[in-house]
């Protein structure tokens, strides 16, 4: 297997390189970084229904679609991207993509160790730290003859642009975004307090890599490879592409695997109802930690909303069954009018129809 030990690289070349790779049937270690940021969406997303096209066109983001799935992800020059190509017939490594991601997460989170850091692999694809926050993320995908695996070692990262690359059914919910993402996604500057030296980081990774890999071949960044790598990225770049469409309507952002914001809009007789819920995932399921209800409904008195309507919901599991009761009891009491409002619009406009 090669080891292509690379720093920034500039454009797509970044992203591009593991594809072209993939499509060749070459196996191979990649460690790259992009020169400039850019965003990323994985291959089962729209990006028209989930990225903010006008603020990536204002910021001058680039877009990249991959073909490994997953949300979308800012990537710039304090990220270390690992990304491993190889034959599913490999015997040494899993074809199996739960497997690999077990298996080839061990070089990333033994690297963390190195550098005073105590992180695990959680379910399906989060390294997180040991308080919970999640440190890294990583993917797979069968390209052409190969399997690919990728992931990113954050020495830092910009909360405030990937909170503002998403696109939300009500800009009110954009600081939220930003708060959830900052409280849930830690790196390494965070936690060590400053950002180590690069080259050091991508040294140590690629020790470990090897550990798993066996002997890897370092060889230079062939030229043409470089040029067929370019040739397919101008037909990534194309609309057909990049903004193919998806049939989903979505309703829900992951900032991790145990995080995800789940927005929701109803429009009942007695008005629209807005809901932004920050949801928690576990092996018990889905559970409400807070909520937000806005709209042009009425309701009176006007404070029970945040008084008793949104407090009654946190905490609950994620379901009809436990919220339907809550919802009833608030608007059966008889202490507030919410007129035209019935339960079943409130279930709705938490997406729990």
């Known amino acids: 297997m090669y080891l292509f030990r690379l720093d920034r ?43 903010d096209l006008a603020f990536l066109q204002q910021s001058k983001l680039p877009l990249f679609r ?11 020059e304090n990220q270390i991207f690992y990304q491993v190509v190889y034959h599913p017939d490999n015997p040494h490594l899993p074809n199996r993509i739960q497997e690999a991601y077990q298996f080839l997460s061990q070089p990333a989170l033994e690297t963390h160790r190195r550098f005073g ?5 959680r379910p399906v694809n989060d390294l997180v730290t040991k308080d919970g926050r999640k440190i890294g993320g990583e993917g797979g995908a069968n390209i052409g003859p190969s399997l690919a695996f990728v992931g990113s ?13 998403a696109k939300l059914p009500d ?15 830690t790196t390494m500057r965070r936690e060590l307090g400053v950002i180590p030296d690069r080259s050091e980081v991508r040294a140590v990774l690629v020790e470990e890599f090897v550990r798993v890999l066996g002997p890897l071949q370092e060889v230079p960044l062939p030229a043409a490879l470089i040029d067929q790598a ?18 989903r309507r979505v309703d829900r952002l992951k900032v991790s695997s145990e995080v995800s914001l789940v927005f929701g809009t109803h429009k009942a007789p007695g008005g629209l109802i807005r809901t932004a819920q920050e949801v928690s995932t576990s092996s018990r399921g889905e559970r409400i930690e807070e909520v937000s209800i806005s709209g042009d409904f009425t309701l009176v008195p006007k404070e029970s909303l945040q008084q008793r309507l949104e407090p009654s919901l946190i905490g609950a599991h994620r379901s009809i069954e436990a919220v339907r009761p809550r919802l009833e009891t608030f608007i059966g009491s008889g ?13 709705k406009a938490l997406k729990l129809e």
């Not at 070692?153 to 690359?165: E, G, K, P």
Request: negative net charge; charged residues 25%.
């Open 153 to 165: 070692m954050m020495m830092d990262f910009d909360y405030r642009t990937i909170s503002q690359v």
């Open 230 to 247: 370019l040739v397919r990225g101008r037909a990534m770049q194309q609309a057909d592409w990049l903004y193919a469409a998806s049939p």
């Open 171 to 185: 800009e009110k919910w954009r600081d939220k975004v930003y708060r959830t993402i900052e409280e849930n996604v």
């Open 66 to 76: 991959r073909e490994v799935g997953g949300g979308t992800v800012y990537l710039d």
């Open 9 to 51: 690289l500039p454009g797509f070349l970044s992203m591009l390189l593991f594809h072209e790779l993939a499509y060749q049937g070459v196996e191979a270690l990649i460690i790259v970084s992009p020169a400039r940021p850019m965003i990323s969406v994985g291959y089962f997303q729209d990006p028209h229904q989930e990225v």
């Open 335 to 347: 202490e507030q009018e919410m007129p035209g409002i019935e339960v079943d619009d409130l279930l």
């Open 117 to 121: 850091i105590e992180a695990e692999c």
